[in-house]
């Protein structure tokens, strides 16, 4: 890689939402680029279908099951990545869900599913994972926000709340 800018050799980068849409996207654009992922979404098998796929590309891959809303399973989540890699260089933030509803509608436990998932798994890992890259001296930490923050649909409310909290 010519592009220093652009090379994530001996990176190892962390993605919520990764099996799928953005998150497999940037899963894919980093291994291209040199980077080891760790894949994690709440299904395992679609999590170790795209590390295999960043296998082949030869970078090597963890597939973590793990539902990024819920503290334990984050838990778990950073203790394989770090038996796995030692080390996470780069966390991504990516998993989330908004679905749509009049905000009269919204069941509670809809919307704490959507601030659990939105705001208090990324406020989780980015606390824990962040303190290891300040003892490590690096580190970046990536936050997926939304449209919806800035300018919320009234379809949306919960997930534009949660986004709009993430950004700041």
Known sequence: MNDPLL?????????TGGSRGLGYQMAKALAARGADII???RKVDTC?????????M???????G???GKWDEIDKLIEAAYAE????????NNAGMGPRMPSHEVPESLYDSVLNLNLKGPYRLASI??????TQGSGSIL??????SLQPLAQVVPYSAAKAVSTR
């Open 7 to 15: 090379n994530f050799e001996g990176k190892v980068a962390l993605i």
């Open 39 to 41: 894949i994690a979404s």
């Open 48 to 56: 170790e279908a795209v590390a295999e796929e960043v296998r082949a």
């Open 58 to 64: 030869g970078q090597r891959a963890l597939a973590v």
């Open 66 to 68: 793990a539902h990024c």
């Open 85 to 92: 890699f030692g080390h996470v260089d780069i966390l991504i």
């Open 129 to 134: 994972i962040g303190q290891k890259m300040k």
């Open 143 to 148: 936050n997926i926000s939304s449209i919806a």
